[in-house]
């Protein structure tokens, strides 16, 4: 069955501290992994997408790492700030003629001041 | 901005009732997706289109429809309304199939319906 189970599922950090957000899938066959911002009420946004042969790609603050042999992926948020208050949502895509897209459940993540 | 644009932003309506969701995807994206969002919980997926055919289902409703029109917007009707129906719709779109040989792995949603049955 294909899954993408995130962890952990939600994580208080201090201003300025940084942050690891798991995910690992089951997805198969694999195109590729997609990490998205959510603030609270409003449509996720993309962070990174990342292909098979990727392992690290970054956007800012934020370092996404895809392990493809291990099927996990990982968020890092470095030197974290308020506004990065949302839910972090994994996304992966199956390889196929038509597909959809598997999602996370996300980590919401709470900085505080 | 996303460039995909919902229509209403808000709605509220009473149980039974029947209501129309609009989406207009990014100019040039083929593909809308549709998504429903309860309170705490995670997306999930509810009918994918493609250039105006529909390509794949998730754990949409039979209550539940949505078409693509020539123009490439997009419609999720929603009838005899619950209670339980109470949650956010996004629609999001992307220029090719997810998982396609064209997928770039660009969705871009929008900023969804938040619908309310009392």
């Known amino acids: 069955k294909n899954q993408v189970e995130q962890s952990p599922q939600s994580l208080i950090i201090l201003e300025g501290k940084n942050c690891t957000l798991q995910c690992n899938y089951t997805v198969s066959p694999f195109s590729n992994l997609r990490w998205y911002k959510q603030d609270t009420g409003r449509g996720p946004v993309s962070l990174t997408i990342?292909?098979?042969?990727?392992n690290t790609k970054s956007n800012g603050r934020y370092t996404a790492t895809l392990d493809a042999d291990t099927k996990q992926s990982s968020l890092h948020i470095t030197a974290s700030q308020l506004s990065d208050s949302a839910s972090y949502i994994c996304v992966v895509s199956r390889n196929s003629g038509y597909s959809t897209l598997t999602f996370g459940k996300g980590t919401m993540l709470l900085v505080s001041p | 901005d996303s460039g995909v644009t919902q229509t209403p932003k808000h709605l509220i309506t009473a149980t039974g009732q029947r209501v129309t969701l609009r989406c207009s995807p990014r100019?040039?994206?083929?593909?809308v997706y549709w998504y429903q969002q309860s309170l705490d919980q995670g997306l999930q997926f509810l009918i994918q289109y493609y250039n105006g055919e529909e390509r794949a289902k998730g754990n949409i409703l039979e209550r539940f429809s949505a078409q693509q029109f020539p123009d490439l917007h997009s419609e999720l009707n929603l009838s005899s309304l619950e209670l339980g129906d109470s949650a956010l719709y996004f629609c999001?779109?992307?220029?090719?199939?997810?998982?396609?040989?064209?997928?770039?792995?660009?969705?871009?949603f929008g900023e969804g319906s938040r619908l309310t049955v009392l």
């Open positions: 999001a779109s992307s220029p090719a199939l997810a998982g396609g040989r064209r997928d770039t792995g660009e969705l871009f």
């Open positions: 990342m292909t098979f042969s990727e």
């Open positions: 100019s040039g994206d083929l593909s």
